[in-house]
């Protein structure tokens, strides 16, 4: 049962806990291997795993131990229960209809058995005939309770395909799943963990090799962080995958089912043979990686993560605890900083497409510095003029609605309402706005049609009229939330009422930003050092200005700079951590010097004035209880204040809007690249990292083409294409 890897610590921890199973067996007279079942080990594995996980394991070795030697029976199994018959034959169906690979039929078994076991299908199989939509919204809403939304996505999936199929065989007789909504998960949603390359290198020569097992795990670490393997790929690498006489080695990558082959250098092999021949046990599989104990069967790709927790504890570094995964995302982001190409990574790494390998270029704190801007220089003279007041500005149209309303719904569908909102809410959705808009919907109704059964024609006529504050995309944005939810209403009451998409107003055109230039900025800049000290903080100026140079130097968006806190400003580094943005994306956005250096001086400032320095304080902070702290309107009264008096004003005389302090940082940054004679085209993707975009197609809806954009595009096609279009250019 043991080799020579067991310690005798280890040895007498296992027979302590086997004395602990042969105990709890004689309680139930089981004395003897000729009354000893797999049942009774089977019995005795649940009782003992929640409670005393060692004797558990020691009770999977001891099942192994006796099965290989055929000394326990089978016994007398209970039939299966109807709920472990429906997902085996859901299972065989997904199989060898679907195609569907084994891991993921266990996945949706898994999901597939939560639910059956929540319809109470083991009591009543026979209800599955007269399954209500709300019963299965009602299941999403207890799953959303301990799933996050990439995991309940899953379980959106599995109880999808079982539902589709059911009603396909005529069990179900609406087709239920095409009314399932699924959370939204956006791509890059997470940045990649990576270390920096000298501490894995660090790590990894601390693995003490005089052991067997010592030498299994470097060398597997090692070939996980020098070719960026994952886990399920280490442990399943044969003897065959290694061509010592291509000197490469072949990879099976399950997740693409795709074979990838790296070259196999001159280190690789040295570690490959050491491990062959001093720690790999002797055995006729071709598995690369056996266990260090008996029974010798290949590793699982929790061995990989045990092995790295283990190695990570004895190194006696400063390391956190992290995943096999991380040296992946570590060793491609070494790649990037020796100066290797995306497609070129992407290869090695044995990525379908370059949008995969990308999502790395927001680790490439280097490269992305270059694309932050400076501060603006002072303008010459100071001010010209003192600042304004902010009575004198020009209105702007509201472009939300402007009531409050009461917490909860009070109208006759004030039901049906709640669950809509739960439902989008346990999906993930974080459906501020939009309750916002249904609240105003419930109001309306509760006012004017508080005896209403159903919803009319007229009803929603009447209250798309309220609406005429709003720009008409504002208009069309709020009859689309509340058409959903009439959408979802309609499934439980027949009759009720669909608006036409194509009655609603069309989108205004989309307004083109004002580019604010350089020395606008400055003089932007001047006016907000002349704002006076206000009551919920005295630096009132100072917190203005550091706003608007890190709107306009990094492109950020209003709404990441106000949730903006002081643990997310990395000084070391010169880098901001930018934490659940738009489409829930995080991002790195490295900080130019001269920015730096007025942070720095900023948060000096701070410290003097005994304001809010702890991590969970944040940057542009105001005093809570003073309806003059900060938030996006007042950021926009206070930029437009100081836009007005600097003079930097549209063709109608209106300041720009502050988002289009963006699109003048993303412009700016395109003429700075045209003046230094880059590469743009190939620059770009660092862009759309840097502002926190999917790839560079969402960027270009930034990049306008400017007077001196266009001046710079010509001269550089003259340089390089002029004598082709010449007499003789030709040849």
């Known amino acids: 049962m043991h080799d020579q890897h067991y310690t005798d610590s280890t040895l007498d921890s296992y027979l302590a806990g086997l004395r602990k199973v042969v105990v709890w067996l004689g309680r139930r007279r089981i004395t003897t291997l000729a009354l000893l079942t797999q049942k009774d080990l089977q019995a005795a594995h649940d009782h003992f795993l929640p409670s005393q996980r060692k004797a558990g394991s020691v009770i999977g070795a001891f099942k192994r131990f006796l099965s290989e030697r055929r000394l326990v029976s089978q016994g007398n199994w209970p039939l299966p229960s109807p709920v472990e018959v429906e997902v085996e034959r859901f299972g065989a169906y997904l199989r060898e209809t679907r195609g569907a690979a084994e891991k993921t039929i266990a996945c949706r078994g898994g999901q597939l058995r939560a639910f059956l076991r929540y319809l109470r299908f083991n009591g009543k199989p026979v209800a599955l005939r007269q399954l209500e939509l709300r019963r299965v919204e009602a299941f999403m809403r207890e799953s959303a309770r301990t799933n996050n939304r990439s995991s309940m996505q899953q379980v959106v999936a599995a109880v999808r395909a079982y539902l589709k199929e059911r009603h396909a065989q005529g069990v179900l007789s609406r087709p239920l799943h095409l009314q399932i909504d699924t959370p939204r998960v956006y791509r890059g949603e997470r940045l990649p963990r990576a270390l920096p390359w000298a501490r894995i290198q660090a790590l990894i020569q601390s693995i003490d090799r005089s052991e067997p097992i010592g030498r299994r795990d470097f060398t597997l670490l090692y070939l996980a962080a020098a070719y960026g393997l994952r886990s399920g790929e280490l442990v399943r690498l044969t003897l065959d995958n290694i061509d010592w006489r291509n000197r490469a080695l072949r990879v099976r990558q399950a997740k693409t089912r795709q074979s990838l082959q790296l070259p196999l250098t001159d280190e690789a092999a040295n570690v490959l043979i050491g491990y062959l021949r001093k720690a790999r046990p002797e055995s006729c599989r071709r598995e690369l990686f056996l266990r260090s104990r008996a029974p010798l069967i290949p590793l699982a790709p929790a061995s990989v993560n045990a092995a790295l927790e283990r190695r990570i504890r004895r190194s006696g570094l400063n390391l956190p605890r992290f995943s096999p995964h991380v040296l992946r995302h570590s060793f491609a982001t070494w790649l990037m900083h020796q100066g290797v190409g995306i497609k070129a990574i992407g290869d090695a790494l044995g990525h379908r497409g370059i949008a995969s390998t990308s999502v790395y270029l927001g680790l490439n704190v280097d ?130 009422f669909i608006p036409d998409r194509l009655t609603f107003p069309k989108p205004a055109p989309v307004l083109s930003p ?218």
């Open 514 to 731: 004002r580019l604010v230039s350089e020395a606008e900025m400055s003089r932007v800049l001047a006016m907000a050092g002349q704002l006076p000290p206000a009551a919920e903080n005295p630096l009132h100026a100072e917190t203005v200005r550091i706003g608007f140079v890190l709107l306009f130097c990094c492109g950020l968006r209003r709404g990441e700079l106000l949730r903006l806190r002081l643990g997310d400003i990395q000084e070391e580094q010169s880098v901001l951590h930018i934490r659940l943005s738009k489409f829930h994306k995080s991002r790195l956005v490295p900080l130019s010097v001269s920015v730096t250096l007025e942070l720095r001086e900023y948060l000096q400032k701070r410290g003097q004035k005994k304001l809010p320095m702890a991590p969970e304080a944040f940057l542009m902070w105001g005093r809570q209880r003073s309806p003059e702290a900060y938030s996006a309107t007042r950021l926009g009264v206070l930029w437009r204040q100081v836009s007005v008096s600097a003079g930097v004003l549209n063709a109608r005389g209106h300041p720009p809007r502050l988002h289009d302090l963006r699109h003048s940082c993303a412009v700016s940054v395109l003429q700075r690249w045209y003046a230094q004679g880059a590469d743009v085209q190939a620059k770009l993707p660092h862009l759309a990292a840097y502002l926190g975009h999917v790839n560079a197609v969402s960027t270009h809806h930034y990049l306008k083409l400017t007077p001196e954009l266009g001046q710079a595009a010509s001269l550089r096609f003259h340089q390089r294409f002029a004598s082709l279009l010449t007499e003789g250019g030709i040849a």
């Open 367 to 496: 490269e992305l510095r270059q694309v932050a801007l400076p501060v603006p220089a002072a303008p010459a003279g100071g001010p010209a003029k003192p600042l304004c007041s902010r009575k004198g500005l020009p209105r702007i149209r509201p472009a939300r609605l402007p009531h409050r309303f009461p917490a909860r719904f009070q109208s006759r569908f004030a039901t049906s309402l709640r669950r809509f909102v739960e439902l989008k809410q346990g999906l993930g959705r974080i459906y501020r706005t939009e309750v916002a808009v249904l609240r105003h919907w419930d109001v309306f109704l509760h006012r004017h049609y508080s005896r209403a059964a159903k919803i009319r024609p007229e009803m929603f006529a009447r209250w798309t009229k309220t609406l005429g504050s709003l720009t008409s995309t504002g208009s069309r944005n709020c009859q689309r939330v509340v058409r959903n939810f009439l959408l979802f209403h309609a499934r439980d009451h027949s009759g009720t």
